[in-house]
């Protein structure tokens, strides 16, 4: 399984941004790809998931109304459209998987590789 996050970069507060996960591996059928994000100094903490095959997802409350988990109907890219960004969204994103339905870091089987999103104000 691989994991390739990208779309991050130096936006300004109240802009928006849409990262994307691309996933290969032998099948994702019951899985789900989920986003969390670290924050200098801070723990990685979870963001949003989607279940690959219903498509039911599930947000951390705080960003619930300005973060969209979503995928394409191929189900192979996952995407996190960020609105309303805030100086405080400034973190390293990641993308993983999971067989479970765990929503904790020690949950997910995979990891991607962070893409850095920074917010100025």
């Known amino acids: 399984v691989q994991l390739q996050a990208s779309g991050g970069g130096l936006v300004q507060d109240g802009d928006s941004l849409r990262l994307s996960c691309a996933a290969s591996?032998?099948?994702?059928?019951?899985?789900?790809l989920a986003w969390f994000r670290q924050a200098p100094g801070k723990e990685r903490e979870f963001v949003a998931k989607?279940?690959?095959?219903?498509?039911?997802?599930y947000y951390e409350d705080s960003l619930k109304g300005r973060f969209t988990i979503s995928r394409t109907k191929e189900k192979n890219t996952v995407f996190l459209q960020m609105n309303s960004l805030k100086p405080e969204d400034t973190a390293v994103y990641y993308c993983?998987?999971?067989?479970?339905?765990?929503?904790?870091?020690?949950?997910?089987?995979?990891w991607g590789k962070g893409t850095q999103v920074t917010v100025s104000s």
């Open positions: 591996g032998p099948t994702f059928s019951g899985w789900q």
């Open positions: 993983a998987a999971a067989a479970s339905t765990g929503v904790l870091v020690g949950d997910m089987d995979y």
């Open positions: 989607i279940f690959y095959t219903s498509g039911r997802t």
